[in-house]
C-alpha cells in the first residue's frame, strides 16, 4: 500500500512536470513597440498657400492619419519659402483636443499677416514634429 502511494505520487509529479514542459514548447509572440517617429512617418500631412495679399497669407492643407493608432496634439511646422529661401517658419498645434483615427483627414487654414512688411510670392510645405498616439489600436467595428 505504501508503495502504491509512492508510485502514484511520482506519477503525478511526472504528469505535471511533462505538462509544464510542453507550455515551453508554445510560440510565443512578442510584439515590437510602437515608436513615436514610426507612426509620425505614417501621418502625411500637406500644405499650400491658398490666397496671398501684398501683407498676408492664407495657408490651406491637410493632415490624414494613414497608420494604425488613433492620433491627437499634432505640432507641425509649416515652412513659407520665398524667393531668397525660407521667408518664414511657423508651428501650429492641430488636432488639440480631437482625435484623428486611422483613415481620417483632417483640414486646416492660417492666415498670417506681416503687418507694413510687404511679403514676395510664398510656396509652402509642411512637416509633423511631434504628436501624441494611443498605444493600442482600436477594434475595428
Not at 500631412?45 to 494604425?68: C, F, M, P, Y
Request: hydrophobic share 40%; aromatic share 6%.
Amino acid at each position: 500500500m505504501r508503495n502504491t502511494k509512492l508510485i502514484l505520487l511520482a506519477l503525478l509529479l511526472i504528469t505535471a512536470t511533462l505538462l509544464q514542459g510542453c507550455n515551453l514548447f508554445k510560440k510565443t509572440t512578442t510584439e515590437q513597440p510602437v515608436t513615436l517617429d514610426k507612426v509620425i512617418s505614417k501621418v502625411k500631412i500637406d500644405a499650400a498657400v491658398g490666397h496671398q495679399e501684398s501683407s498676408w497669407l492664407r495657408v490651406n492643407g491637410t493632415v490624414k492619419n494613414t497608420s494604425d493608432y488613433p492620433v491627437t496634439a499634432i505640432e507641425a511646422q509649416i515652412i513659407l519659402n520665398g524667393d531668397n529661401g525660407v521667408f518664414d517658419t511657423r508651428n501650429l498645434l492641430l488636432a488639440q483636443g480631437k482625435r484623428l483615427e486611422p483613415g481620417q483627414v483632417l483640414s486646416f487654414d492660417s492666415t498670417f499677416e506681416y503687418g507694413k512688411t510687404e511679403i514676395p510670392v510664398i510656396t509652402s510645405e509642411a512637416k509633423i514634429i511631434t504628436l501624441r498616439f494611443l498605444e493600442k489600436p482600436q477594434p475595428q467595428k
